[in-house]
Protein backbone atom coordinates (compact mmCIF):
# COMPACT_ATOMS: atom_id res chain seq x y z
CA UNK A 1 0.00 0.00 0.00
CA UNK A 2 1.24 3.74 -0.95
CA UNK A 3 2.77 5.30 2.25
CA UNK A 4 -0.25 7.55 2.77
CA UNK A 5 -1.49 8.84 6.48
CA UNK A 6 -4.05 11.10 7.20
CA UNK A 7 -4.53 12.53 10.68
CA UNK A 8 -6.73 13.00 12.59
CA UNK A 9 -8.98 9.86 11.40
CA UNK A 10 -11.74 11.21 13.28
CA UNK A 11 -12.86 14.60 14.71
CA UNK A 12 -16.15 16.50 16.00
CA UNK A 13 -15.67 20.37 15.95
CA UNK A 14 -18.41 23.11 16.61
CA UNK A 15 -19.70 25.32 13.83
CA UNK A 16 -17.52 28.46 13.40
CA UNK A 17 -14.14 27.03 14.44
CA UNK A 18 -11.48 26.44 12.03
CA UNK A 19 -10.18 23.07 11.02
CA UNK A 20 -6.46 21.46 9.82
CA UNK A 21 -6.59 17.71 8.94
CA UNK A 22 -3.25 16.76 7.90
CA UNK A 23 -2.09 14.31 4.87
CA UNK A 24 1.46 13.24 4.75
CA UNK A 25 2.81 10.27 2.12
CA UNK A 26 6.30 8.52 2.04
CA UNK A 27 5.87 8.01 -1.85
CA UNK A 28 7.75 11.68 -2.63
CA UNK A 29 5.32 12.06 -5.27
CA UNK A 30 4.34 15.54 -6.91
CA UNK A 31 0.72 15.30 -6.93
CA UNK A 32 -1.48 15.49 -3.79
CA UNK A 33 -5.14 16.13 -3.59
CA UNK A 34 -8.22 16.36 -1.36
CA UNK A 35 -11.40 15.24 -1.77
CA UNK A 36 -14.41 14.95 0.17
CA UNK A 37 -17.12 11.93 0.08
CA UNK A 38 -21.26 12.34 0.56
CA UNK A 39 -23.69 10.23 0.02
CA UNK A 40 -25.40 10.77 -3.63
CA UNK A 41 -22.27 12.79 -4.69
CA UNK A 42 -19.34 10.39 -4.64
CA UNK A 43 -15.78 11.44 -4.46
CA UNK A 44 -15.20 15.19 -5.27
CA UNK A 45 -12.15 17.33 -5.89
CA UNK A 46 -11.59 20.02 -2.90
CA UNK A 47 -7.98 20.88 -3.80
CA UNK A 48 -5.06 19.61 -5.33
CA UNK A 49 -0.99 20.33 -5.51
CA UNK A 50 1.18 19.79 -7.78
CA UNK A 51 4.00 20.28 -6.22
CA UNK A 52 5.89 22.58 -3.02
CA UNK A 53 3.79 25.61 -2.98
CA UNK A 54 2.01 24.95 -5.92
CA UNK A 55 -2.13 24.26 -5.73
CA UNK A 56 -5.35 24.92 -7.72
CA UNK A 57 -8.85 24.07 -6.56
CA UNK A 58 -11.42 21.76 -7.46
CA UNK A 59 -14.55 21.58 -7.60
CA UNK A 60 -16.10 22.20 -4.52
CA UNK A 61 -13.29 24.59 -2.92
CA UNK A 62 -15.21 27.09 -1.20
CA UNK A 63 -14.80 27.32 2.24
CA UNK A 64 -11.19 25.47 1.88
CA UNK A 65 -7.90 26.26 1.59
CA UNK A 66 -4.32 24.16 1.55
CA UNK A 67 -1.04 24.17 1.96
CA UNK A 68 1.85 22.31 0.94
CA UNK A 69 5.51 23.47 2.43
CA UNK A 70 7.06 20.29 1.72
CA UNK A 71 6.46 17.58 -0.97
CA UNK A 72 5.26 14.92 1.62
CA UNK A 73 2.67 17.21 3.56
CA UNK A 74 -0.38 18.74 2.22
CA UNK A 75 -2.84 20.22 4.63
CA UNK A 76 -6.37 20.97 4.28
CA UNK A 77 -8.20 23.59 6.25
CA UNK A 78 -11.92 24.56 7.30
CA UNK A 79 -11.45 28.34 7.87
CA UNK A 80 -14.58 28.93 9.78
CA UNK A 81 -16.33 25.08 9.43
CA UNK A 82 -20.16 24.57 8.99
CA UNK A 83 -22.67 21.76 8.86
CA UNK A 84 -22.37 21.37 5.04
CA UNK A 85 -18.75 20.58 5.53
CA UNK A 86 -19.18 17.19 7.76
CA UNK A 87 -18.39 14.36 5.18
CA UNK A 88 -15.67 12.02 5.28
CA UNK A 89 -11.94 13.47 3.70
CA UNK A 90 -9.75 11.59 1.73
CA UNK A 91 -5.95 12.23 0.80
CA UNK A 92 -4.87 11.20 -2.54
CA UNK A 93 -1.36 11.34 -4.05
CA UNK A 94 -0.49 9.79 -7.71
CA UNK A 95 -1.72 11.11 -11.05
CA UNK A 96 -2.77 7.46 -12.96
CA UNK A 97 -4.21 5.76 -10.85
CA UNK A 98 -4.99 7.65 -7.55
CA UNK A 99 -3.97 6.14 -4.35
CA UNK A 100 -6.01 7.00 -1.33
CA UNK A 101 -5.21 7.22 2.44
CA UNK A 102 -7.75 5.87 5.17
CA UNK A 103 -9.56 8.83 5.51
CA UNK A 104 -10.49 11.61 8.41
CA UNK A 105 -14.50 11.38 9.54
CA UNK A 106 -15.30 15.39 10.28
CA UNK A 107 -18.69 16.12 12.29
CA UNK A 108 -19.40 19.82 12.20
CA UNK A 109 -21.75 20.25 15.02
CA UNK B 1 -25.41 15.36 -16.75
CA UNK B 2 -22.55 13.77 -14.93
CA UNK B 3 -19.38 13.44 -16.62
CA UNK B 4 -19.17 9.95 -15.16
CA UNK B 5 -22.46 7.86 -14.81
CA UNK B 6 -22.77 4.55 -13.12
CA UNK B 7 -25.53 2.10 -12.23
CA UNK B 8 -26.23 2.75 -8.07
CA UNK B 9 -27.64 -0.99 -7.98
CA UNK B 10 -27.60 -1.79 -5.76
CA UNK B 11 -27.18 -5.30 -6.83
CA UNK B 12 -27.82 -8.29 -4.61
CA UNK B 13 -26.53 -11.91 -6.01
CA UNK B 14 -26.23 -15.63 -5.23
CA UNK B 15 -22.41 -16.41 -4.82
CA UNK B 16 -21.39 -18.12 -7.52
CA UNK B 17 -23.15 -15.53 -10.09
CA UNK B 18 -21.58 -13.50 -12.93
CA UNK B 19 -22.52 -9.81 -12.33
CA UNK B 20 -21.62 -6.91 -14.65
CA UNK B 21 -21.05 -3.28 -13.85
CA UNK B 22 -21.25 -0.24 -17.07
CA UNK B 23 -19.97 2.83 -16.74
CA UNK B 24 -20.49 5.77 -19.08
CA UNK B 25 -18.54 8.85 -19.90
CA UNK B 26 -18.67 12.23 -21.30
CA UNK B 27 -15.40 13.59 -22.41
CA UNK B 28 -14.24 11.90 -25.32
CA UNK B 29 -10.59 12.95 -24.63
CA UNK B 30 -10.22 11.06 -21.76
CA UNK B 31 -7.46 9.19 -21.22
CA UNK B 32 -7.02 6.62 -19.05
CA UNK B 33 -9.69 4.58 -16.79
CA UNK B 34 -10.23 2.41 -13.97
CA UNK B 35 -12.24 0.36 -11.33
CA UNK B 36 -11.88 0.99 -7.73
CA UNK B 37 -13.37 -0.98 -4.83
CA UNK B 38 -14.83 0.81 -1.85
CA UNK B 39 -15.60 -1.28 1.38
CA UNK B 40 -17.87 0.59 4.10
CA UNK B 41 -16.43 3.41 5.65
CA UNK B 42 -12.43 2.33 3.73
CA UNK B 43 -10.98 4.27 1.14
CA UNK B 44 -11.58 3.63 -2.22
CA UNK B 45 -8.95 0.61 -3.28
CA UNK B 46 -7.46 0.39 -7.06
CA UNK B 47 -8.85 -2.48 -8.37
CA UNK B 48 -7.87 -2.41 -12.26
CA UNK B 49 -6.99 -0.88 -14.86
CA UNK B 50 -8.94 -0.55 -17.87
CA UNK B 51 -7.58 -1.10 -21.21
CA UNK B 52 -8.90 -0.51 -24.79
CA UNK B 53 -7.85 -4.27 -25.31
CA UNK B 54 -9.66 -5.38 -22.40
CA UNK B 55 -7.86 -7.10 -19.33
CA UNK B 56 -8.37 -9.91 -17.10
CA UNK B 57 -7.25 -10.35 -13.65
CA UNK B 58 -8.46 -13.57 -12.33
CA UNK B 59 -12.43 -13.22 -11.81
CA UNK B 60 -12.65 -9.58 -12.71
CA UNK B 61 -13.10 -8.41 -16.69
CA UNK B 62 -12.74 -4.95 -17.54
CA UNK B 63 -13.19 -3.77 -20.54
CA UNK B 64 -13.12 -0.38 -22.51
CA UNK B 65 -15.28 1.05 -26.01
CA UNK B 66 -13.90 4.32 -26.59
CA UNK B 67 -16.27 5.19 -29.25
CA UNK B 68 -19.32 4.59 -27.01
CA UNK B 69 -17.73 6.15 -23.72
CA UNK B 70 -18.49 2.96 -21.97
CA UNK B 71 -16.35 0.44 -19.43
CA UNK B 72 -17.88 -2.45 -18.07
CA UNK B 73 -16.46 -4.48 -15.10
CA UNK B 74 -17.57 -7.80 -15.09
CA UNK B 75 -17.31 -10.36 -11.78
CA UNK B 76 -17.52 -13.78 -12.09
CA UNK B 77 -18.12 -16.54 -9.54
CA UNK B 78 -18.92 -14.13 -7.45
CA UNK B 79 -17.89 -14.50 -3.34
CA UNK B 80 -19.26 -13.05 -0.34
CA UNK B 81 -16.06 -10.94 -0.21
CA UNK B 82 -16.91 -9.00 -3.38
CA UNK B 83 -19.18 -7.58 -1.40
CA UNK B 84 -18.77 -3.70 -1.88
CA UNK B 85 -19.31 -0.26 -3.87
CA UNK B 86 -17.46 -0.19 -7.14
CA UNK B 87 -16.19 2.86 -8.87
CA UNK B 88 -15.53 3.58 -11.65
CA UNK B 89 -13.15 6.38 -12.47
CA UNK B 90 -11.77 8.54 -15.30
CA UNK B 91 -8.95 10.59 -15.87
CA UNK B 92 -8.13 13.30 -19.08
CA UNK B 93 -4.36 12.53 -18.54
CA UNK B 94 -2.47 9.55 -18.72
CA UNK B 95 0.32 10.63 -16.11
CA UNK B 96 -1.44 13.11 -13.69
CA UNK B 97 -4.20 15.42 -13.27
CA UNK B 98 -7.92 15.35 -11.71
CA UNK B 99 -9.84 12.22 -11.95
CA UNK B 100 -13.23 11.97 -11.99
CA UNK B 101 -15.44 9.35 -10.29
CA UNK B 102 -18.56 7.89 -10.59
CA UNK B 103 -20.71 7.59 -7.46
CA UNK B 104 -20.51 3.74 -7.24
CA UNK B 105 -22.59 0.24 -7.50
CA UNK B 106 -23.32 -1.06 -4.69
CA UNK B 107 -22.48 -4.81 -4.86
CA UNK B 108 -23.85 -7.25 -2.52
CA UNK B 109 -23.07 -11.70 -3.02
CA UNK B 110 -25.56 -13.64 -0.67
CA UNK B 111 -25.02 -17.01 0.89
Known amino acids: DAGITQSPRHKVTETGTPVTLRCHQT?????MYWYRQDPGHGLRLIHY???????DKGEVSDGYSVSRSKTEDFLLTLESATSSQTSVYFC????????FGNGTRLTVT | RKEVEQDPGPFNVPEGATVAFNCTYS??????FFWYRQDCRKEPKLLMS???SGNEDGRFTAQLNRASQYISLLIRDSKLSDSATYLC????????????FGDGTTLTVKP
Open chain 2, 89 to 100: VVNGHTNAGKST
Open chain 2, 50 to 52: VYS
Open chain 1, 92 to 99: AIGGSPLH
Open chain 2, 27 to 32: NSASQS
Open chain 1, 27 to 31: ENHRY
Open chain 1, 49 to 55: SYGVKDT
